[in-house]
C-alpha cells in the first residue's frame, strides 16, 4: 500500500513563504513507485471545496498550476529521497488552507490522477 506523509506548512503573514513536503512508501496497486509516479497538490478552504493547486509529472520535467498560484508555487521532486516538494512564495490570504499530496499511477498527471492521498497539512497565512 502507498503512503503519504506530509510535512511543512503552518501560520505566515502574507506575503510569506512555505515548503511543503510529501515523503512517499510503498508502491500503488499496480506495483507504480514513487520514481514513476505522478504527483499533484490539493487544497481545501473552509467551507470550500477542494481544488486543485499543482501537479508535476514522474520526472519532474513537466509541472502544472491552477491560475490562482501560477509564478508563486512552484513544484519539484527529488525521487532519489522519494519526496515531493511544493514550494509557496507570496502567499496570500486566500491561500489559507489544507494542503493535500496526492499519487497518482500513471506517469503523467490528469484529472482521474488521484489514488492515494497525504493526510494533510494547514497553511495560515494571515495580515
Known amino acids: 500500500q502507498v503512503q503519504l506523509v506530509q510535512s511543512g506548512g503552518g501560520l505566515v503573514q502574507t506575503g510569506g513563504s512555505l515548503r511543503l513536503s510529501c515523503a512517499a512508501s510503498g508502491r500503488t496497486s499496480s506495483g507504480r513507485m514513487f520514481s514513476s509516479a505522478a504527483m499533484g497538490w490539493f487544497r481545501q478552504a473552509p467551507g470550500k471545496e477542494r481544488e486543485f493547486v499543482a501537479s508535476i509529472n514522474w520526472s519532474g520535467k513537466n509541472t502544472n498550476y491552477a491560475d490562482s498560484v501560477k509564478g508563486r508555487f512552484t513544484n519539484s521532486r527529488d525521487n532519489a529521497k522519494n519526496t515531493a516538494y511544493l514550494q509557496m512564495n507570496s502567499l496570500k490570504l486566500e491561500d489559507t488552507a489544507v494542503y493535500y499530496c496526492?499519487?497518482?499511477?500513471?506517469?503523467?498527471?490528469?484529472?482521474?490522477?488521484?489514488?492515494?492521498w497525504g493526510q494533510g497539512t494547514q497553511v495560515t497565512v494571515s495580515s
Open positions: 496526492a499519487v497518482s499511477d500513471s506517469t503523467i498527471w490528469s484529472a482521474r490522477s488521484p489514488i492515494a
